[in-house]
């Protein structure tokens, strides 16, 4: 009777410490898993919900550009890493309507954001890697942009030309704030 009592008390206790190491493993195998999904996650979502960052940056003087003229500009883009070095430089086509009007469009293509050039002769924004073809006023004219290119917002302010900038306005860009 005695030995039967030790022998119960004893798979009762392996049991037990059994059942203990296997939750002990579901719940570091549910950690170690979440340690490695969620950044990934994170990684993925974060550009959904992170709101872009837009600052207005000076082009020059209003007496550097010529009415009727359409010329590239360069500025710094609104959030540059300390690392960006050269690749924090990004570029508009800027064009004087009359003597206190610009229009300023994006040098990417609405297809896949490849650099468009600005064709004095016929008055067309190319793309190069695709055919994509806007007339003056930034509509599609031909290929396969999907959208015309995008617009920046200009000012005059100070005798001094600025620009609102932006992340990279492709064509999969969430922008969710247009002001």
């Not at 300390?82 to 086509?93: D, E, L, Q, R």
């Not at 100070?158 to 247009?178: M, Q, R, S």
Request: glycine share 8%; aromatic share 10%; proline share 7%.
């Amino acid at each position: 009777m005695n030995k039967e009592s030790n022998d119960q008390t004893c798979c009762q206790d392996l049991d037990d410490r059994r059942s203990f190491y296997a939750r002990l493993s579901m719940i570091l195998s549910g950690v170690i898993g979440a340690l490695i999904v969620l950044p990934g996650i994170g990684f993925v979502l974060a550009p959904i919900f992170k709101k872009t960052e837009q600052k207005w940056r000076t082009l020059g003087k209003v007496d550097a550009f010529k009415e009727g003229a359409t010329v590239l500009v360069n500025f710094e883009d609104p959030s540059p890493e300390k690392w960006a070095g050269v690749t924090a430089k990004t570029a508009a086509w800027l064009r004087r309507v009359d003597d206190a009007k610009f229009i300023a469009f994006s040098i990417n293509c609405r297809h896949l954001g490849c650099p468009v050039r600005w064709e004095e002769g016929p008055e067309l924004f190319m793309c190069p890697c695709h055919g994509g073809v806007y007339y003056k006023d930034g509509t599609v004219a031909g290929g396969p942009p999907p959208e015309p290119l995008d617009r920046y917002q200009v000012r005059v302010r100070d005798g001094n030309v600025e620009i609102h900038t932006a992340a990279v306005p492709l064509t999969t860009t969430l922008t969710f704030d247009k002001s």
